[in-house]
T-cell receptor
Framework: ETGVTQTPRHLVMGMTNKKSLKCEQH?????MYWYKQSAKKPLELMFV???????ENNSVPSRFSPECPNSSHLFLHLHTLQPEDSALYLC?????????????FGPGTRLTVT | QQPVQSPQAVILREGEDAVINCSSS?????VHWYRQKHGEAPVFLMI?????EQKGHEKISASFNEKKQQSSLYLTASQLSYSGTYFC????????????FGAGTTVTVRA
C-alpha cells in the first residue's frame, strides 16, 4: 500500500472510552503530523513529530496523547473525550529538511464522541 | 496566526474562471495550495516560494506577492473535477515544515 493510510476511517466512542487512531506512511518521510478538521474552521495543527521526536504541541488537551514509535507510524491515543472533540482527524507526512516540501495527507478518521 | 482566505465559497458553471485569495499578516516564505474533495484527503496542488515564479497545474495556476503577503489561485476554464475545498497553507521561513492553514474556499462547478 502506498501513501498515507489511517485506521479506523470512522469511530464512535463514548466519553469514558479509550481508543487509538493509527497512521502509517510509506513515503520515506521523516516528519509526521496530526491535524483536527472541524466544519468551517481552518485545519488545526495538533502535534508534529520530526525524526520520531515531538517538536510541536499546540496546546492540545491532555486527553489526546500522541505516540511515534518510528518514522513510519504515528498514533493518537484518546481518552475521556468531550463531544466538542468530534471532528475529522487527519494525519500527514513530509520531509523536514531543506526547502518547504508538500505534505501528504491520509484520508482521515471521522470521530464522533457521544 | 492563520491566513485568511476569500471568498468562502464560489459557484461556477463549467468553463468559467475564478480567483481564490490567501492573505497573511506575517511575512511569508512559502505558500502551499491543497484541494480536498468531500470525504477525501487534501491533495497537494503546488508550492510557491519567495522569489519564485508563478506556478501552474493544468489550468490551475497561482501567484505569490511577497510584499503583500498574499497568494492567489486561479481556476481557468473550470471543469466539474475542480469542485472541492481549496486550502492555502503558509510557511514563514526556509525549511519551515509546519504550516498554518486557512479556513478553505469551497468551489462548486456546475454543468
Amino acid at each position: 500500500e502506498t501513501g498515507v493510510t489511517q485506521t479506523p476511517r470512522h469511530l464512535v466512542m463514548g466519553m469514558t472510552n479509550k481508543k487509538s487512531l493509527k497512521c502509517e506512511q510509506h513515503l520515506g518521510h521523516n516528519a509526521m503530523y496530526w491535524y483536527k478538521q472541524s466544519a468551517k474552521k481552518p485545519l488545526e495543527l495538533m502535534f508534529v513529530y520530526s525524526l520520531e521526536e515531538r517538536v510541536e504541541n499546540n496546546s492540545v488537551p491532555s486527553r489526546f496523547s500522541p505516540e511515534c514509535p518510528n518514522s513510519s507510524h504515528l498514533f493518537l491515543h484518546l481518552h475521556t473525550l468531550q463531544p466538542e472533540d468530534s471532528a475529522l482527524y487527519l494525519c500527514a507526512s513530509s520531509q523536514n529538511r531543506g526547502p518547504p516540501y508538500e505534505q501528504y495527507f491520509g484520508p482521515g478518521t471521522r470521530l464522533t464522541v457521544t | 496566526q492563520q491566513p485568511v482566505q476569500s471568498p468562502q465559497a464560489v459557484i461556477l458553471r463549467e468553463g468559467e474562471d475564478a480567483v481564490i485569495n490567501c492573505s497573511s499578516s506575517k511575512a511569508l516564505y512559502s505558500v502551499h495550495w491543497y484541494r480536498q474533495k468531500h470525504g477525501e484527503a487534501p491533495v497537494f496542488l503546488m508550492i510557491l516560494l519567495k522569489g519564485g515564479e508563478q506556478k501552474g497545474h493544468e489550468k490551475i495556476s497561482a501567484s505569490f506577492n511577497e510584499k503583500k503577503q498574499q497568494s492567489s489561485l486561479y481556476l481557468t476554464a473550470s471543469q466539474l473535477s475542480y469542485s472541492g475545498t481549496y486550502f492555502c497553507g503558509t510557511g514563514e521561513e526556509w525549511g519551515d515544515y509546519k504550516l498554518s492553514f486557512g479556513a478553505g474556499t469551497t468551489v462548486t462547478v456546475r454543468a
